[in-house]
């Protein structure tokens, strides 16, 4: 009966180019919040073990021999954390968007909110679907449907420019994972997920872990296959890029997960080199999201930065799967799901964030910010509690997945031979230069764009956004809070799916949820004091006056807000030490030795990345000119037209006479 209701709201969807902008948007937050309440039910039965009558019921509609939709406990986790991005990010859209109303149509807006729904139906699919042809197929709608949103503003060539990039990346994934699903099904009959357990006994691991890996990884946004990533969130619309951060990325580290649990040898080979993948994403991501001035492409390196921490943790897991370590297979495995749910909510809150200083300051220039805090104290106050968890501090969510990785690494390193504590010697530095590179980078975030005085105009006269934006915000900010104060709570399931699907039995388990238990208490210590403090301190001044002056005796007042720090001078340090793997590009008028006293010079500096300028930039640019050559061949005259068409068959009847075809 489930299964039925949701086929129905899905085809209402339809129904959403019947309206026009508002009622619109109401039509699709109610079949959203209908689709969401149905899926929840069922991902919830399956975590506490109980019947999927949802799944049942979908796939005694079509009545197939093998069940169309499966769901166990990975795919709950997975629907739960698209139930929540997807809800929050169309709670966002209504605020977000009523900018946009005055200069675009209603069928703009039906489009968007068309793709929206199906954006999330076909990651619903992606998670519940085992046979590769549906799942590629809906795959395929993952792309489309996100490549629509991706270009909303589309009058802009730009957008519509990086939306085509996006989607011609998203095909050669696709070709990649079709490609092993195809080996797959040539060595055992089956083109299935379920297959890959029996594909894995019979054949060396490595070489179709590796198509598969290939595929979702670009999805994902490992390096070097990150290239879409920095240039799509940024053309996005504020409430999408959350989306496609906080969610549908993770598309890619399912299909890793569902190809990692299936597999049986090769398995330290498959564990070493995904733990490097990831390490150097993880580095080079949180490197190059320092170096960026445009705040959402900030935030895009920051995923790939975060995509390498869940790496990190799949490749510990797999591994200790290796090596037989049930702890460190637990721990790393869990931490890199949990670190999904946490990447999703702290990732998302901040791409709101960045929207709404974006339609408030009109900018997305983090050096024309500046000073806002003064003026919206909410969206700062939620800033700062994003840019905490995102750099994996306590007492929030993204220290406790963090926690579980290290943990990990840390117990094994106990009776390990000097090989593996080499390693985990060198994933524990990796992770913790991640860590304390991000905290560097979202002090100069948060610094720049919301403390000192206004740099620009626009940040001069910037006001807080409406309750519509900061309210959705606020639940991810909860939530967030939730899982770094009472971390068994959201623990303790993540460590049943895998005790259940990988037959780990530990002893210390329970001994390690009482220590997150201590955790949680500590959080909330922590929490208390600081409400304390701040209340005491308003209570304190609020019936003082505050008065200005200098600093110090022999100083003087800020005369312009360009004496302040800018974020390339707060970043040169790094940036020099970065050379390698940034290209650095400086926009300067030389001064001339006439120029004793020049009136004015401008000077700025730009970080290319030089993984997109080599992988994506080069080969289309040679694309391009080799087209060109041929373009000469279109003369606008029919008789050469004509030729060319019988040249063409002539070769076909020469080719067809000698058996070449």
């Known amino acids: 009966m489930l299964g039925i209701f949701f086929l129905i709201l899905l085809g209402l969807s339809f129904g959403v180019f019947f309206f026009r902008k508002k009622s619109g948007y109401l039509y699709s937050l109610l079949l959203v919040m209908g689709m969401v309440a149905l899926t929840t039910h069922g991902a919830v039965q399956t975590l506490n073990g109980n019947s999927q009558s949802f799944v049942h019921g979908f796939n005694n509609i079509f009545r197939s021999a093998t069940d169309i939709l499966v769901l166990d406990g990975l795919s709950a986790f997975f629907i739960l954390v698209i139930n929540i991005t997807l809800l929050v990010g169309l709670l966002y859209a209504n605020g977000y968007l009523k900018p946009y109303h005055s200069r675009m149509g209603n069928l703009r807006f039906a489009v968007h909110y068309f793709s929206y729904i199906w954006l999330y139906f076909s990651m619903l699919l992606v998670v519940m679907l085992r046979n590769g042809v549906l799942f590629l197929i809906a795959w395929e709608m993952m792309a489309i449907s996100s490549f629509f949103l991706v270009i909303f503003d589309a009058d802009n060539r730009n957008i519509l420019k990086t939306g085509i990039n996006y989607l011609v990346q998203m ?58 990533l920095p240039e799509a969130h940024p053309a996005a619309p504020s409430h999408v890029s959350g989306v496609m951060s906080g969610v549908m990325i993770k598309m890619g580290i399912y299909g890793i997960f569902r190809v990692v649990l299936a597999t049986q040898s090769d398995l330290l080979i498959i564990g070493v080199l995904l733990l490097a993948v990831s390490l150097i994403s993880g580095l080079l991501g949180v490197i190059y999201a320092i170096l960026q001035h445009d705040l959402k492409r900030l935030l895009a390196y920051h995923s790939i930065e975060n995509i390498g921490i869940i790496g990190i943790g799949l490749g510990l897991g797999i591994i200790g799967k290796a090596t037989n370590n049930q702890m460190l297979m637990l721990l790393g495995f869990s931490g890199a799901l949990l670190h999904t749910l946490n990447h999703s909510l702290f990732k998302s809150l901040l791409f709101f964030n960045a929207g709404s200083v974006y339609l408030s300051a009109k900018t997305r220039d983090i050096e024309k910010c500046g000073g806002l805090m003064k003026t919206m104290p909410y969206t700062a106050l939620l800033f700062l509690l994003g840019s905490i968890a995102i750099c994996g501090l306590p007492p929030f969510n993204g220290f406790i997945s963090e926690y579980l990785i290290y943990f990990g690494m840390i117990d094994t390193m106990h009776g390990a031979g000097f090989s593996q504590s080499i390693l985990l010697l060198f994933s524990i530095i990796g992770l913790t230069l991640i860590g304390g590179l991000a905290v560097f980078c ?63 039995i530990i002893p210390e388990y ?49 005369e312009s807000s360009r004496l302040q720090y800018t974020a390339s001078s707060y970043a040169n340090s790094l940036s020099q030490l970065a050379k390698p793997v940034i290209r650095r590009k400086i926009i300067t008028e030389p001064i001339s030795e006439n120029d004793i006293f020049p009136p004015s010079r401008a000077f700025s500096t730009h970080s290319e990345d030089v993984f997109r300028e080599q992988l994506t930039n080069k080969p289309v640019n040679k694309f391009l000119d080799w087209m060109k050559k041929i373009a000469i061949m279109q003369t606008g005259q029919i008789q050469h037209y004509i030729l060319y068409a019988f040249l063409f068959m002539l070769l076909i009847l020469i080719l067809t006479y000698l058996n070449f075809i």
């Not at 070709?175 to 594909?199: A, H, N, Q, R």
């Not at 949820?513 to 959080?523: E, F, H, K, R």
Request: glycine share 8%; charged share 10%; hydrophobic share 55%.
């Open 510 to 558: 329970h001994s390690f949820i009482a220590n997150l238990s201590g955790i949680s208490a500590a959080s909330g210590v922590f929490i208390i004091v600081a409400v304390g403090i701040l209340l005491l301190r308003y209570i304190h001044l609020r019936r003082k006056p505050i008065s200005a002056g200098p600093t110090w005796g022999c100083g003087y007042t800020l």
């Open 442 to 504: 979202f002090t100069k975030a948060f610094g720049v764009i919301f403390l000192g005085s206004p740099r620009s105009k626009q940040a001069e006269n910037a006001i807080e956004v409406t309750h519509s934006m900061i309210a959705p915000q606020i639940i991810s900010a909860i939530l967030i809070v939730a899982i770094g104060v009472v971390p068994a709570l959201f623990v303790k399931p993540i460590f049943g799916i895998f005790s259940h699907d990988l037959k780990i």
């Open 171 to 228: 095909h050669v994934g696709m070709l990649f994972i079709l490609v092993g699903f195809l080996l797959v099904e040539k060595s055992t009959g089956s083109m299935s997920f379920d297959s890959l357990p029996t594909y894995f006994v019979n054949s060396s691991n490595w070489p179709l872990f590796l198509l598969f890996f290939i595929g979702f990884a670009i999805k994902a946004g490992f390096m070097p296959l990150h290239t879409w």
